[in-house]
């Protein structure tokens, strides 16, 4: 009875190797809404996106010499700041993948702490799309956390988003 089922409810499937659809065109990548695929695009970069305070960055990576740069400068022109500088190479250090890959920044809007920090980030989320192995490392150093602190927007009535202006009782 098992034997019948089993014979009529499957044809035989073509040889192919185990593991691998017969056809190539049937496979499915999880695509979520507003991302893109874990591997590389067509040129060879992963791609991630970071966010800080107000600062957006795209960052591409590529296996090459290592060279950073952030909208088409180098990275020390555009950081000028010890701690800026740091941060941004500060999950490629962790990872020990410095020398082999080659950066590639588009940051914009915010200030130099805001970009710094979404620049990190998106490096961050690009090295998880380009190894998936790293990733350990990345959350042991708090680098996949997105801060998510914003500037308080200014209230009506007020000076500032918590200083009023002064009481007069008379």
């Not at 791609?47 to 290592?66: D, F, N, S, Y």
């Not at 710094?116 to 690009?126: F, M, N, W």
């Not at 192995?133 to 042991?140: A, D, F, S, T």
Request: aromatic content about 6%; overall charge positive.
């Amino acid at each position: 009875m098992t034997q019948e089922t089993n014979a009529t409810a499957t044809p035989a499937a073509p040889a192919s190797a185990p593991g691998t659809p017969s056809n190539p065109s049937l496979v499915k990548t999880k695509v979520v809404q507003g991302k893109k695929p874990a591997g590389p695009d067509k040129a060879g970069f992963y791609w991630g996106t970071g966010r800080r305070k107000t600062a957006v960055a795209r960052v591409r990576i590529k296996p090459g010499t290592g060279k950073i740069s952030i909208n088409k400068r180098e990275l020390t022109l555009h950081f000028t700041e010890m701690r800026d500088l740091a941060d941004v190479a500060a999950p490629l250090k962790a990872t020990k993948t410095e020398g082999a890959l080659d950066v590639h920044i588009t940051v914009n809007g915010g200030g130099f702490t805001g970009q710094a920090g979404a620049c990190k980030l998106g490096i961050a989320r690009a090295l998880l799309r380009y190894d998936v192995g790293l990733e350990p490392i990345l959350r042991e150093h708090d680098f996949l956390t997105r801060d998510a602190r914003k500037v308080e927007r200014k209230k009506y009535g007020q000076s500032g988003a918590r200083r009023r202006f002064q009481f007069s009782k008379r």
